[in-house]
């Protein structure tokens, strides 16, 4: 039974924009490595349900701000440091992918 953080529109997901369009690569490559596929195989034809934009806002926000933490102590602490940064600039970028292909959605569908 959906709740206000799994409800979805009943109709189907509208054409992505332009930017959505080269993010769905991106966010589909994201939400397969989170362990998270669509059940339709890409977020394309599958809405992105409210729940997931949230949590993609918060954890983007907190993965870009520890990378910039991790990239800055980089020079000091050598490489575990830059691998740190690295991977979490990566989870920032996926997870900010994923956001616009769920923003586009909405503002589509309204």
Do not use: E, K
Request: net charge positive.
């Amino acid at each position: 039974m959906p709740n206000r953080f799994t409800a979805i529109p009943a109709r189907p997901v509208p054409p992505p924009g332009w930017l959505a369009a080269a993010a769905l690569p991106l966010a589909d490559g994201f939400m397969r490595v989170m362990l998270s596929r669509p059940a339709g195989g890409s977020l394309r034809t599958t809405w992105v349900t409210p729940a997931t934009a949230w949590l993609v806002l918060a954890t983007c926000g907190v993965a870009a701000a520890l990378a910039a933490v991790l990239a800055a102590r980089a020079v000091s602490t050598g490489a575990p440091a830059v691998i740190g940064a690295t991977l979490c600039a990566a989870y920032a970028v996926g997870a900010a992918a994923v956001l616009v292909v769920a923003l586009d959605q909405r503002r589509r569908s309204a």
